[in-house]
């Protein structure tokens, strides 16, 4: 267990809904890293957040966002969604706010859009 | 920013052998470098990583080798087990967030 939580674990959802995905970091861990895993793809980085904040942006299309309250768990929200937005999202925390140190995974949230 | 890349991108061995698998990265100024194990249905666990201070690492069965001059490491699995078969992503960071190289899938042959 990395101690990072998602929930839901599997959500099935229409084209065109929206999503909540919700993340909690380990304990102490003031960074959330948010992951798209496509089929058979690797990892593609979407956003980070750091102790609230927005800190970074990759990948992240304009239907999605996100966001880290200050209880430091945080939430991806997808909307309009595509039946390409199908696939595991995973949600990562770190201590500190740079990339050059561990960063622990949650067991993913498996978004199927039909 | 970085860029990872893999090889191979799959991996049969027998059970017993040893596996290698290698990345390169693209930014020189890296200097932390993790290897992820996701197993089917979950999500990507830390294993090893290797800071660019040392050359190389050793944690019972796995290890790593880094070589900053060339700007490529490696994940080395000796006698291989059925439950090593799973995916293995190599990683080097950016200025906020881990690259991830595209994966090797590793399959142990009883």
């Known amino acids: 267990d990395s101690g990072v939580t998602q929930t839901p674990k599997h959500l099935i959802t229409a084209t065109g809904q929206r999503v909540t995905l919700r993340c909690s970091p380990r304990?102490?861990?003031?960074?959330v890293y948010w992951y798209q895993q496509s089929l058979d793809q690797g990892l593609q980085f979407l956003i980070q957040?750091?102790?609230?904040?927005?800190?970074a942006k990759g990948n992240i299309l304009e239907r999605f966002s996100a966001q880290q309250f200050p209880d430091l768990h945080s939430e991806l929200n997808l909307s309009s969604l595509e039946l390409g937005d199908s696939a595991l999202y995973f949600c990562?925390?770190?201590?500190?706010?740079?990339?050059?140190?561990?960063?622990?995974f949650g067991q993913g949230t498996r978004l199927t859009v039909v | 920013g970085e860029n990872v890349e893999q090889h191979p991108s799959t991996l049969s061995v027998q059970e017993g052998d040893s596996a290698v698998i290698k990345c390169t990265y693209s930014?020189?100024?890296?200097?932390?470098f993790p290897w992820y194990k996701q197993e089917l249905g979950k999500g990507p666990q830390l294993i090893i990583d290797?800071?660019?201070?040392?050359g190389e690492k050793k944690d019972q069965r796995i290890a790593v080798t880094l070589n900053k001059t060339a700007k490529h490491f490696s994940l080395h699995i000796t006698e291989t087990q059925p439950e090593d078969s799973a995916v293995y992503f190599c990683?080097?960071?950016?200025?906020?967030?881990?690259?991830f190289g595209t994966g090797t899938r590793l399959t142990v042959i009883p």
């Open positions: 990562a925390s770190s201590a500190p706010g740079t990339a050059n140190t561990e960063a622990f």
């Open positions: 957040y750091y102790n609230g904040e927005e800190r």
């Open positions: 990683a080097a960071p950016g200025a906020n967030n881990l690259f």
């Open positions: 304990s102490g861990d003031l960074s």
């Open positions: 290797i800071r660019s201070n040392v």
């Open positions: 930014d020189s100024a890296s200097n932390y």
